[in-house]
Nanobody, 119 residues
């Protein structure tokens, strides 16, 4: 069984920083992609950032590029999302997800962690 657990969310002021963590368990994910998504109230879920363990490449949504950094420790099956210069529009539930290399969709999801940015 695959399980993903997010942590690190909280209530912060605009301009502050947070680091989210996602710990995956259940199997080895050496060739998988681990990503972050978010969903704000009344809005659709959107892609935030991801790291592909097979080549180390990272990807970012335009809305967070230059402010957020995704990294990880593959040996620990853990991915991080460093969020700097947070804005109120970053407020959302942030989800960790994993995509196997043979699939086009993310197959495993965590329960999410709340990030609230006040102005």
């Amino acid at each position: 069984q695959v399980q993903l657990v997010e942590s690190g969310g909280g209530l912060v002021q605009a301009g502050d920083s947070l680091r989210l963590s996602c710990a995956a368990s259940g199997r080895t994910f050496s060739s998988y992609t681990m990503g972050w998504f978010r969903q704000a109230p009344g809005k659709e879920r959107e892609f935030v950032a991801a790291i592909n363990w097979s080549d180390g490449r990272t990807y970012y949504a335009d809305s967070v590029k230059g402010r957020f950094t995704v990294s990880g420790e593959n040996a620990k099956n853990t991915v991080y999302l460093q969020m700097n210069r947070l804005k109120p529009e970053d407020t959302a539930v942030y989800y960790c997800a994993i995509r196997p290399p043979w699939q086009n969709e993310y197959a495993y999801w965590g329960q999410g962690t709340q990030v609230t940015v006040s102005s």
